[in-house]
């Protein structure tokens, strides 16, 4: 996965997610995503799927009015989400919170490979996520 920072979208997983997100009127996609890492057979969700849900999670925000970083990397996300406001149900909510977590456990392969480098840097960026989720 090539990374460039510390953000939801600074990387290649989820910015291509984010091109994926544009094909949608929906929150299908976002909806899907999220529950292929709560799905996950073997508890421990690899690294592109883990990018991928705080993609999810990161737009859930978003459409509850939460931005967090808006910058070149978010431009797609961004006027995705303006052009399809819309509210994301509880249930919806509860799974991203959920799926955060999921992220943020000990036996996350994304989470083990930041910790090799800047994990603090990211850990916060997802705690930061996390409470706009909350």
Not at 52 to 71: N, T
Not at 114 to 123: H, I, P, Q, R, T
């Amino acid at each position: 996965m090539g990374t460039w920072g510390t953000g939801a979208f600074d990387n290649d997983t989820a910015a291509d997610w984010s091109y994926a997100l544009e094909q949608v009127d929906d929150l299908s996609l976002i909806d899907a995503t999220i529950a292929s890492v709560l799905d996950c057979d073997d508890d421990y969700p690899d690294a592109d799927l883990a990018a991928e849900a705080i993609a999810a999670c990161e737009v859930v925000a978003r459409l509850r009015g939460r931005h967090g970083v808006r910058d070149d990397s978010t431009e797609t996300v961004d006027n995705w989400v303006k052009t399809h406001a819309q509210s994301p149900s509880k249930a919806l909510l509860e799974s991203a919170r959920q799926a955060i977590g999921r992220v943020l456990a000990e036996n996350s392969e994304l989470r083990e490979l930041w910790a090799e480098s800047e994990g603090a840097d990211w850990l916060a960026a997802v705690e930061d996520l996390r409470l706009r989720l909350s």
